[in-house]
């Protein structure tokens, strides 16, 4: 999903509880990074694997000025002559330290050994969150995470009070969008919605990232 869908989606939102619980999950992120880069782990699980947050927290990090946004993708499995981002194994998380934020996307049950991984980096101080689906998500991950934000893995019925029909992979973006909002010091006039737009549009015709 581009930005340009986002801000739409945004609109149609308004009036849920998913522009104000994705913001909220934004906010909460945005304040547990460290303000140096590297401080943010981003895992999935062995049958799912987040690249693409990723990929838009590394823009939203250069967009909002905040490099510690920039997270480090832990994988399950890195194969031989893989580039350095893309080569950073589970071991990464055994040596996750206070003042480092790990962030588990999991749209199914995470397994005992990412389980386990992830128990240590809270014992040892790291900053554990959650963002699953619902009927997919995991008592014992919602009892490690500090925070945690789930989605319905089927979604709501249209007549439902504030429903709307989101799964895991649309949130990521409504989150990484919002992570990098209100970063920094606000300028003397608001910047204007046609600004906004145009910044906005060159993300749309924007090449896809060559590194993800």
């Known amino acids: 999903m581009d930005a340009v869908r986002v801000a739409l989606l945004r609109e149609v939102l308004a009036g ?3 522009l104000g619980a994705t913001r909220r999950f ?3 992120l945005r304040s547990s990074v460290v303000p140096y880069g590297g401080g943010l782990l981003l895992v999935g699980t062995e049958r799912y694997e987040p690249w693409h947050l990723a990929a838009h927290l590394v823009d939203e990090s250069a967009w909002s000025g905040l490099p510690q946004l920039a997270p480090t993708l832990v994988r399950h ?3 031989p002559g893989e580039p350095p981002h893309l ?3 589970l071991g990464r998380i055994a040596a996750a330290r206070r003042g480092e934020t790990l962030l588990v996307v999991a ?3 995470p397994d ?3 389980l386990e991984r992830v128990h240590d980096a809270r014992r040892a101080g790291a900053t554990v969150l959650s963002l699953d689906s619902l009927d997919g998500g995991d008592r014992e991950l919602h009892t490690l ?3 945690a934000l789930s989605v319905p893995s089927v979604p709501s019925a249209p007549s439902a009070p504030g429903s709307a029909d989101l799964d895991l992979d649309t949130v990521q973006h409504l989150v990484s969008a919002a992570a990098g909002e ?3 010091p606000a300028p003397r006039t608001p910047r204007r919605f046609r600004d906004r737009l145009s910044r906005l549009a060159d993300q749309l015709t924007a090449p896809p990232p060559a590194r993800w």
């Open 26 to 28: 934004a906010g909460v």
């Open 16 to 18: 849920t509880e998913w």
């Open 77 to 79: 499995r890195v194969l």
């Open 112 to 114: 005992e050994g990412l």
């Open 107 to 109: 749209p199914e049950r």
């Open 87 to 89: 080569s950073v194994g």
């Open 145 to 147: 995470a500090h925070d």
């Open 182 to 184: 209100n970063s920094v």
